[in-house]
């Protein structure tokens, strides 16, 4: 299974946590949107939504417009799991980021195996996921 962090995250957390995680979750590969071939830096939302999710993967992103708009819609269609960070003004550092994503990895990883999809979580740097 694939969880893909979107170009808005680094490629370097995504790296980070591929390698924390990978002795525990063997069957959990994290990558960067930006690494996958079929991706790449600059794809468009629309682009990225179907392939990542024709790949059985799953998306976390900041863009939490997605939430909001017609493209929320097109990962209902396609059948996306997606995990929407939402950080407060201010903390939106790599650090601040790595620290929610490591704090919620588990459970990340958790719904990323046994949720239905399509299937939407906000993560908060505080409190529990919640279900959209």
Same mark, same amino acid.
Request: aromatic fraction near 2%; charge should be neutral; proline fraction near 8%.
């Given at each position: 299974m694939h969880i893909y962090l979107d170009e808005n995250l680094s490629e370097y957390v995504a790296q980070g946590l591929q390698l924390l995680s990978r002795a !525990?979750?063997? @069957? #959990?590969?994290?990558?960067?949107?930006?690494? @996958?071939?079929?991706? &790449? %830096? &600059?794809? +468009?939302?629309? @682009?990225?939504? %179907? #392939? $990542?999710? +024709? +790949? !059985? &993967? $799953?998306? #976390?992103?900041k863009d939490i417009r997605i939430r909001t708009t017609m493209l929320f819609q097109l990962c209902q269609q396609n059948k996306l799991g997606i995990f929407f960070l939402k950080m407060p003004s201010g903390k939106e550092a790599h650090w601040d980021i790595v620290r929610v994503l490591v704090e919620h990895w588990e459970e990340i990883v958790k719904h990323t195996r046994k949720e239905k999809r399509p299937f939407a979580f906000v993560v908060k740097p505080r409190g529990k996921m919640e279900k959209l």
């Open positions: !525990h979750y063997r @069957d #959990i590969e994290v990558l960067s949107t930006k690494q @996958d071939k079929d991706l &790449g %830096p &600059g794809v +468009k939302d629309p @682009d990225l939504i %179907p #392939i $990542v999710a +024709k +790949k !059985h &993967g $799953v998306l #976390i992103t």
